[in-house]
């Protein structure tokens, strides 16, 4: 098999593979290097043969023009577009690559960035402690009897859900969803005591602070992708006096996120007492207007 490794740059880095590559699409050494000399990767060859053949350019025109990044950015897209029409069906991919008598077995199921579409029932997945399942189109999710399972990262879906899905998930420590349309508030995971990171960026998720586990270490919950998110309702809740929200690697930082949380506290055990002190007041006032009869 031919190697232009051989040959020097630009070509130190080619394998055998690679340079197959090119050699099926029909080009030959003196064009690749040509398309590499105006920026193109030695793994885009597909790229350069969309160039030739769609755009009818070569690479001497492609340097007199400079419009590399402005063609590459219409080739991702022509490609994101065909990917999204390869959708798969979820639930049906699941039966075909992962057998329900296989399936109790299962410590960790890995199934990102499949071009999987619609709902996906686990419920077979008894033993499951890890899921991996971002990067997909999936709609919704059944872990009913996923009782076992420590982290789950599903973001960048479309699931359209509220909290009460994880609600039941004790043993979970690591939960990201963010870049989902998840909605409502944070009070199904209050019972989660081991939960240590959470990720609800890009969500819907606008209340129930309060709710969040003391054992939560790291925490995020911008809008940095998702015009309008509203978690940025709670996001705003950690500003400083300068509006600013401190943060660490996208997360908010804890002793900021600490000391909201204890005056979410302090507030809330304010209103009970309040309201019990309503309802005693309350009691007080019938028992004055209507005193019990005496036989």
Known sequence: MVNWEEHGNPFLDFTEERTQEWVSKEFSKEECKEWLEVGL??????YAQWLRDSKKVDAEWVLNHGTIEELRKEYRQIQRERDEKKTINAQEWLDNNYPKRIRSKIKALDINNENLKGSLDLRDFVNLEELDCFDNQLISLDLDNCLRLKHLNC???????DLSLFGH????????????????GLEPLKNLNKLKELDISNTDIDSGLE??????????CSEDKRKNARCQTLYNLFANEQGEVETEHGKIKNETASKVLDIFQFETENRITEMRKQNQDYYQAQVVH???KTN
């Open 41 to 46: 990767g030695i793994n885009e060859a597909d």
């Open 155 to 161: 973001r960048n879906n479309n699931l359209k859900q």
């Open 169 to 184: 998930l004790a043993d979970l420590k690591s939960l990201w969803i963010s870049n989902n349309p998840f909605y409502g």
């Open 211 to 220: 709710y969040l586990p003391e054992s939560v270490e790291d925490f995020a």
């Open 290 to 292: 209507n005193p019990p």
